[in-house]
């Protein structure tokens, strides 16, 4: 079973940006669906957005518009692109494969 393992997570301010990796254990290539998810605080975890193998991608509306999924299947790796960064944004990011979750990754936003 492929294994994830996320990581560029850190503290940034409000309306800064970061970029998330996913790198996985094996090829991804016939993997159809990549996602990240994240769990703030307090809250349960939430979808963000999935790139699929067929080049399609999907955000949740929260995010529409500031993220940005990606996939390199020859590095087998999935980014993610946050732009514009609010607090609201701050949580653990786990990037997800065929059902394996990585350990996730701390993204810290302040006011």
């Known amino acids: 079973q492929v294994q994830p393992v996320e990581s560029g997570g850190g503290l940034v301010q409000a309306g800064g940006s970061l970029r998330l990796s996913c790198a996985a254990s094996e090829s991804i290539f016939k993997i159809n669906a990549m996602n990240w998810y994240r769990q703030a605080p307090g809250k349960q975890r939430e979808w963000v957005a999935t790139?699929?193998?067929?080049?399609?991608?999907d955000y949740a509306n929260s995010v529409k518009g500031r993220f940005t999924i990606s996939r390199d299947n020859a590095k087998n790796t999935v980014y993610l692109q946050m732009n514009s960064l609010k607090p609201e944004d701050t949580a653990v990011y786990y990037c997800?494969?065929?059902?394996?979750w990585g350990k996730g990754t701390l993204v810290t936003v302040s006011s």
């Open positions: 790139a699929t193998s067929g080049g399609n991608t």
């Open positions: 997800n494969a065929e059902g394996a």
